[in-house]
């Protein structure tokens, strides 16, 4: 499944690119149903990219990446901050 979502990943981000608003619904739509049907299988930093809709960062996760940078729902950096 994780080949599916990296195609679609990358599918998304194109039509982002490109402006195609019917294209960017299809693929969201693609990717919240891999999420719904593979919560329990998935990798769950990959879930909480996908549930997040951090897609830059779950395609950095797919294509193997450790340096994946901290966002502001929780990590490190985000604690710091707030505290």
């Known amino acids: 499944m994780e080949i ?3 195609a679609a990943i990358v599918a998304l981000l194109s039509a982002i ?5 019917q294209s960017v619904a299809e693929e969201m739509a693609r990717l919240d149903d891999f999420l719904a049907q593979g ?9 909480h990219f996908l549930e997040n809709r951090s897609y830059a960062k779950a395609l950095m996760f797919l294509g193997g990446e450790t340096d994946i940078p901290v966002g502001s729902c929780g990590g490190r950096a985000a604690r710091k901050a707030g505290a």
């Open 4 to 6: 599916q979502i990296k």
């Open 17 to 21: 690119k490109a402006g195609d608003g």
């Open 39 to 47: 919560r329990l299988a998935l990798h769950p930093q990959l879930v």
